[in-house]
């Protein structure tokens, strides 16, 4: 690499932020104006900088593109699924980014009907993201949403499947998500404010009006929830969601009448989080109630839901988190998770003492029920997955509990054997004692001799989990030696809710301590030392690196870091920027002085120091609508003027993507090529 190129260095002007009688200086406070030609004209600066300090590494970057998609089956297809009389394919063809949906009547030999190629919607776009296909009952329309922008903005439409015909209705500014009532002609959709970009309308649209006659439906007034509408699987009811960090409610409406009014299926209380499944005369409800922090199950009548009615079938339990139910004719399947680990349990409806768990035998995976939509059937389709094992879709029979495999994820290259790798889960000591678990998997024969280049990622926010999954992709670094890890850090969910609950607000510098902790661990045990340790995070966990880099730079050799949320103050003290209102119950709120003075403690961007900083690769997109560029802008602008060290510091904005990064399969493998090329080259492995 070229040292001698200098670094684009941002203009100052200094801006005095103030509050609680305390002022804080922000010299690149003026970024976030997104038309200004000066923003422009930095990230352009900051991009051609990228490109010359890392031109000696494009054609390891196109080897790794080349090698990866190698591996990749171009051809391949989703397990079909029946629904409503007709089989659901997704495919791709060898070539195209883009997938195909398309679906066959009664029978996998039938003919195949083309709904969406999105290969032929996504020219002439740098972006397109084509979501929320939604059928109607008579299977005659289907409702779509298309995003070009990568704001998370998608526009609904709809297509007469008889005709093949896209009609010229365009609703705007749209979560994407909408369903169809019974009648097959009353269309319901939620909608987001224009400016935050919050979910705070549901509207319904009927079938051949003007979008200028749709009907506000509801109105969600307070900032700090957003809502959406669905419908349930028993398809008796349409569903009003409303949801916060720690609060739920649910509106209800007879799915055949579309005019009528939703009712409140439990008043919100703070603090009560509920979710509702309905099944013949009952609702069953998953919920929080009475401390049920790990969650419990319970059952209501129809008709009368609120919560005086509600009879517990599942009670809390310490060890286990009760994270989500699917319901069949006969069983119950309910999934659970111990110990950080995934579990599904059957249990018939008639006997729940014959109830039992399907056997998972490694010592780190995921399983996860997956497409299930008819009731009356004995087959459940799961999936699982290890770090060393490719996904495989499994039909399960219920009754006989036989297995069918119907897909396992294709390797091409005829290199990959799943035994040539091991995976393990170890136990870290934080700093208060408790034990975080590490999931890691590396190629056979390692030596813990400390000299292993290791990639250690992590998130820990939102209660959010990081299964231990497989990744073909991820083959480019252990075939080069390195090992990969997750540090299940507090502010997940990984070992049930108090996981959570003692990673946020005010317990949010446990996510950090974790994550230093973690990696001390590694290096102990000689998996690596800090000149070989690198770390990884995107978004709340580009705000986990930005912390432990301000707290411990001296374990990590290097850091790679998308879309990250480092300017924490100020964004939460703007209620403009999408997210923003409502995340005050998971960093706080900081217009109150505790939080306040609590987040000055480990804020990224108001954190950066005069010392020393690994080598970097931050990247964002421009059109970011979760975490707005500006914000590792900013810090990759402060950062270069007050690191003290020659180590690379490089900021590589994509100008046409949003908060997911480039669209299409191929062109997010371009942006993995260029990460790993960051991090084989700081190893000085060439090739």
């Known amino acids: ?191 987001k404010d224009e400016v935050t970009l919050r979910a705070d309308k549901i509207y319904k649209h009927r079938l051949g009006t003007p979008t200028s006659e749709d009907v506000l439906v509801y109105f969600e007034k307070d900032n700090t929830f957003s809502t959406g509408v669905y419908k349930e699987k028993s398809k008796k009811y349409l569903v009003i969601e409303c949801e916060s960090t720690l609060t739920t409610e649910f509106r209800i409406l007879h799915a055949d009448d579309p005019d009528g009014d939703f009712k409140v299926f439990q008043k919100r209380e703070r603090g009560l989080e509920y979710g509702i499944a309905h099944y013949g005369d009952n609702f069953y409800v998953l919920t929080n109630q009475g401390d049920a922090e790990n969650f419990k199950l319970m059952i209501t009548p129809e008709f009368k839901t609120e919560q005086s009615n509600w009879v517990e079938l599942i009670p809390h339990r ?181 996981w959570y609950e003692t990673g946020k607000l005010l317990d949010k510098r446990n996510t ?18 800090p000149e070989h340790l690198y770390a990884e995070g995107g978004s709340a966990g580009g705000l986990l690196m930005g912390a432990i880099i301000n707290m411990a730079p001296e374990l990590y050799h290097g850091i790679v870091v998308q879309v990250p949320f480092v300017d924490v103050v100020t964004t939460m003290l703007d209620d403009s920027i999408p997210l923003t209102t409502g995340e005050y119950d998971e960093w706080g709120n900081p217009n109150e002085r505790e939080y306040y003075d609590y987040m000055m403690t480990y804020s990224p961007y108001d954190n950066v120091g005069a010392h020393d900083y690994p080598n970097m690769y931050v990247s964002t997109g421009f059109h970011d609508s979760q975490v707005q560029y500006w914000e590792p802008a900013k810090w990759v602008a402060k950062l270069r003027v007050l690191k003290t060290d020659q180590s690379l510091l490089l900021l590589d904005t994509n100008m046409e993507a949003g908060h997911g990064g480039a669209s299409g399969r191929f062109e997010a493998i371009k942006e993995v090529a260029k990460e790993y090329a960051f991090l084989l080259d700081l190893e000085g492995i060439k090739k």
């Open 318 to 498: 310490e060890e286990v988190l009760l994270e989500g139910i699917d319901i069949f004719k006969d069983y119950l399947v309910i999934s659970e998770r111990s110990d950080g680990l995934s579990k599904i349990k059957i249990q018939p409806w008639d006997s729940p003492e014959k109830s039992y768990y399907l056997p998972f035998d490694s010592e780190t995976y995921t399983a996860y029920t997956g497409t299930n939509i008819d009731f009356d059937t004995e087959i459940l389709r799961y999936g699982y997955q290890s770090m060393a094992t490719p996904i495989s879709v499994i039909d399960f029979n219920m009754r006989t509990q036989e297995k069918d495999v119907k897909k396992e994820q294709e390797i091409l290259g005829g290199r990959f054997d799943k035994d040539h790798y091991t995976e393990q889960r170890v136990w870290a000591p934080a700093q208060d004692g408790t034990l975080i678990p590490i999931s890691m998997v590396y190629k056979k024969g390692l030596e813990k001799d400390g000299k292993n280049p290791l990639l250690l990622y992590g998130y820990g926010s939102y209660g959010t989990m990081i299964e231990p999954t497989f990744s073909s992709i991820r083959l480019s670094l252990l075939d080069r030696g390195f090992v990969y890890a997750i540090a299940h850090v507090r502010g997940g969910e990984d070992l049930g809710r108090m």
């Open 512 to 529: 950090f301590t974790d994550f230093i902790d973690c990696s001390k661990f590694l290096i102990e045990q000689q998996y690596t030392t």
């Open 1 to 191: 690499m070229n040292k001698s190129i200098d670094a684009p260095i941002a203009p100052i002007i200094p801006v005095i932020l103030e509050k609680h009688q305390q002022q804080r200086l922000d010299n690149y406070y003026w970024m976030n104006q997104r038309e200004d030609v000066r923003v422009i004209d930095y990230l352009n600066q900051e991009n051609e900088y990228y490109q010359k300090m890392t031109a000696h590494t494009t054609d390891l970057q196109q080897s790794l593109f080349d090698e990866i998609k190698a591996r990749i089956k171009e051809d391949d297809s989703s397990v079909p699924y029946l629904y409503n009389g007709y089989f659901y394919i997704t495919r791709f063809e060898k070539g195209k980014d883009y997938p195909i949906y398309a679906r066959k009547k009664g029978s996998l030999q039938a003919e195949e009907e083309i709904l969406f190629n999105c290969n032929d919607w996504a020219e002439g776009h740098a972006y397109f993201n084509l979501r929320g296909i939604n059928i109607s009952d008579d299977n005659l329309w289907a409702a779509f949403a298309i995003d070009t922008v990568s704001r998370r903005e998608y526009t609904i439409q709809i297509k007469n499947l008889q005709t093949g015909a896209v009609l010229d209705t365009q609703i705007e500014n749209t979560t994407g998500g909408s369903t169809w009532a019974n009648d097959n002609k009353t269309l319901f959709y939620s909608r």
